[in-house]
């Protein structure tokens, strides 16, 4: 982590951090971080230092405390609020564009029981809301507008939408199952910089470590009631991602990066490749 004398605090919940090439960087402060086997440690002290009178020693108390940033996001687009008043199925993106964020398509290429090669397209949206202030999944690694970034509340779920797009009725039927698709919520660590702690007490600033990659939760499938009368080629499933109520949120602190993601792994064809 960077050293105290190189980096300052703020009342408004911002650090800046002197980079480099000497610039002053400034990041929204990270929640308090500190696990087993990890290489960076966040960790916030208040420390108080009693000054006494001319010839008696001062003395300095301090303390260890938790520190966890507060983000709220913003509330559900109106259709998916009337959907949850009346209980009733989520709209997709094509009946609610401004409640979902649809990633790039992926393009999967295998065969159906070794018999002949079919092509599909997979299309996974995430219910938005964002937030104005921070992230819990998805953390903007270009700077970008920090209010384009979806958010959501610890111990709740994340409503996600998987469309299914293939001209071959039987491939359709195998990768439309709800335990055929596999998406997966996974946390990245990565930091590009050794720390003292971790090589002794020399710093190498060329030091680069590899990402560390950590599978959080799975989503959970069911079928779309209008996928009965639907297109011949085309199915949606519906589905949720648990997230802990002790996970921690995306952060970027200088050369170190906490980030969270969904991750498409695997499906029911044979020989799978994507792109």
């Known amino acids: 982590m960077p050293d105290p004398a190189e980096s300052r605090t703020s009342a408004s919940g911002e650090c800046e951090l002197k980079s480099s090439n000497g610039s002053l ?8 971080f500190s696990e087993r086997l990890a290489r960076v440690h966040i960790q916030y002290q208040i420390v108080v230092t009693v ?15 938790g520190y966890c940033p507060i983000i709220r996001p913003d ?6 609020q009337i959907a949850y008043i009346e209980n009733s199925p989520l709209i997709g993106p094509d009946g609610d564009p401004d409640g979902w964020e649809c990633l790039a398509p992926l393009r999967i ?17 995430l219910a938005k809301p964002v937030s104005a202030s921070a992230s819990l999944y998805g953390h903007d690694r270009a700077g970008s507008d920090i209010a384009s970034q979806l958010c959501y509340t610890r111990g709740s779920v994340i409503p996600c939408l998987l469309t299914i797009e293939t ?7 195998l990768l ?16 590009q910089e ?46 949720e991602i648990q997230l802990s109520s002790s996970l921690k949120p995306s952060c970027r602190l200088g050369k170190f990066e906490l980030s969270v993601c969904p991750l498409i792994v695997s499906s029911h064809l044979q020989r799978v490749t994507c792109s």
């Open 25 to 32: 960087n400034h990041y929204p402060l990270p929640a308090s």
């Open 194 to 239: 050794a720390t003292a702690g971790s090589v002794g007490l020399k710093k190498f600033p060329s030091l680069e470590y590899e990402s560390t990659v950590q599978e959080i939760s799975t989503a959970i499938w069911w079928p779309e009631r209008a996928n009965d009368a639907g297109d011949s080629q085309k199915r949606v499933l519906h589905g």
């Open 167 to 173: 001209a071959d009725p039987q491939a359709l039927l």
């Open 109 to 125: 290429h295998g065969s159906v029981f070794s018999a002949r090669a079919v092509e599909a397209i997979s299309t996974l949206a």
């Open 75 to 80: 509330a559900p687009s109106p259709a998916r």
């Open 176 to 191: 439309s199952a709800p335990r055929s698709p596999v998406v997966r919520l996974v946390r990245r660590i990565s930091t």
């Open 51 to 65: 000054h006494r009178s001319r010839f008696r020693v001062d003395s300095t108390l301090g303390t260890v405390i």
